[in-house]
Nanobody, 127 residues
Framework: QVHLVESGGGLVQAGGPLRLSCAAS????????MGWFRQAPWKELDFVAA????????YYADAVKGRFTISRDNAKNTVYLQKNSLQPEDTAVYYC????????????????????WGQGTQVTVSS
């Protein structure tokens, strides 16, 4: 079992940065591949980014590539999502997720891959 708690959400102006954190407790954090997903109002849950156990490999959705950076600190049991150049279309509830599996981008972008989920944090980008 692993318990995930996101933080760092809030209201930000378009063009600004924001960093989300996801703190994990329970099983050894470094044994999990971590992902970030988001759900905008009236839309489905979409993949944002994923990072492998060591932090050496990252994956991004096309919509955020070049603007968002996923990273992790296994000593602090935390995964981060640094978001730059935010746009109103980035407004969503952001969720972190953990899986004991590893795999390719096409596997890690699927929400069914993940075993554990946080409660989400709201990010609102004003124009």
């Amino acid at each position: 079992q692993v318990h995930l708690v996101e933080s760092g959400g809030g209201l930000v102006q378009a063009g600004g940065p924001l960093r989300l954190s996801c703190a994990a407790s329970g099983r050894t954090f470094s044994s999990f591949t971590m992902g970030w997903f988001r759900q905008a109002p009236w839309k489905e849950l979409d993949f944002v980014a994923a990072i492998n156990r060591s932090g050496g490999t990252t994956y991004y959705a096309d919509a955020v590539k070049g603007r968002f950076t996923i990273s992790r600190d296994n000593a602090k049991n935390t995964v981060y999502l640094q978001k730059n150049s935010l746009q109103p279309e980035d407004t969503a509830v952001y969720y972190c997720a953990a899986t004991v599996s590893s795999g390719s981008y096409y596997y890690l972008k699927e929400k069914r891959t993940y075993n554990y989920w946080g409660q989400g944090t709201q990010v609102t980008v004003s124009s």
